[in-house]
């Protein structure tokens, strides 16, 4: 859905992961807006009946292949995107988690141009989504 024409009327439920294998974290390359082009942690929309646990489990899966031992919630930010006059384009509300790699080899999925295991120290070198670096850094405390 584009988002020129997409006007909510309340924000949407989103959640994010940070996913540790060793000393790297996990990123993906939107395919889609908001953000398209731009790194990030992998993650969606909760769905309807889902818990916010079950929805990051199935996002995960969904978007890299990979399951993952799931920790605490690192924090909760609004994303909230406006035109230029103002009007609101865009509203998540995003529910972070921390996460241990499980098992599987990291895949792109549809949703996802490219997935990347990083050392956190070359983070500034990428084009990431607002917080991105700010979540990581608090996430390892969070992690099972």
Same mark, same amino acid.
């Given at each position: ?6 006007? @909510? ?5 989103? &959640? !994010? ?7 790297? &974290?996990?990123?993906?390359?939107? !395919? ?10 992998? !993650? ?45 384009? %865009? ?9 241990? %790699? ?9 949703? &996802?141009?490219? &997935? ?7 983070? @500034?070198? %990428? ?18």
């Amino acid at each position: 859905m584009s988002l020129d024409r997409y006007k @909510p009327n309340r924000p949407h439920i989103g &959640v !994010g992961a940070v996913i540790w294998r060793g000393d790297e &974290v996990l990123l993906i390359k939107r !395919g889609k807006d908001p953000g398209k082009g731009k790194w990030s942690l992998p !993650g969606g929309g909760q769905e309807l009946g889902e818990t916010a646990t079950q929805a990051i489990i199935r996002e995960i899966q969904e978007e890299t292949s990979l399951t993952v031992e799931l920790g605490g919630v690192i924090d909760v930010v609004d994303a909230i995107i406006k035109s230029d006059d103002g009007e609101i384009l %865009y509203h998540y509300t995003l529910i972070d988690f921390a996460a241990r %790699y499980a098992s599987g080899t990291a895949i792109a999925d549809s949703d &996802v141009d490219a &997935v990347l295991w990083i050392n956190p120290a070359e983070l @500034p070198s %990428y084009d990431l989504m607002d917080k991105t670096i700010e979540i990581i850094e608090k996430s390892q405390s969070y992690l099972p």
